[in-house]
């Protein structure tokens, strides 16, 4: 009998270790997913979308009108698109490095808040060409490197628009993006 009460006592911390353990493991969840709804501000931005496929369409016109007479009516309207482009965002694969603040060796750091969390989301923003309150980020991980990681962003407004931006540091100069996938 003895053996039992070990065995039944051990069976009962066991059993109020797990309980303890999910306990915890369901207010975590809870605080993550009132942190999403509560306090967007920390993950969230939108875009308008239209205005992004605009620009690109844009840049891509621009490309292909500069070649043109300049004369053209036309010619003058891509110019005027061109300059918005500009100003709004970078067309894909023509980005620079966005600088950084971080000084030493590189760490990949995606404590949300720290230096290189904001210099990753700033390089995202550029990318996108959207600002911090038009799209929600969804997800920034590492991008299968020590210097690439990749974000995923939804329009505040549509979730089921995503963007996938890869973003690269590049030593002393800050995270550059490589790669933007658009819905």
């Given at each position: 009998m003895p053996r039992s009460?070990?065995?039944?006592?051990?069976?009962r911390r066991v059993n109020t270790f797990l309980n303890v353990a999910i306990g915890v493991v369901a207010l975590l969840i809870i605080y993550y997913t009132a942190q999403l709804f509560i306090n967007p501000g920390a993950d969230e931005t939108t875009a308008d979308v239209e205005e992004t496929n605009e620009q690109e369409q844009n840049g891509a016109n621009s490309d292909s009108a500069t070649d043109g007479d300049s004369n053209d009516p036309d010619g003058q309207e891509v110019e005027e698109q061109e300059e918005e482009t500009v100003e709004a965002g970078v067309e894909d694969g023509e980005?620079?490095?966005i600088?950084?603040?971080q000084t030493g060796e590189f760490s990949h750091d995606?404590?949300?808040?720290s230096v290189n969390w904001n210099e990753m989301v700033r390089a995202i923003e550029y990318a996108t060409g959207?600002?911090?309150d038009?799209?929600?980020l969804e997800r920034l991980e590492n991008g299968g490197t020590a210097t690439t990681a990749r974000g995923?962003?939804?329009?505040?407004?549509d979730r089921a628009t995503q963007y996938q931006v890869t973003i690269e540091f590049i030593e002393g100069e800050?995270?550059?993006p490589i790669e933007l996938i658009e819905p």
């Open positions: 009460r070990l065995e039944a006592r051990k069976k980005w620079e490095p600088g950084t603040q995606f404590t949300r808040g959207l600002s911090g038009e799209y929600i995923i962003v939804s329009l505040k407004g800050g995270w550059m």
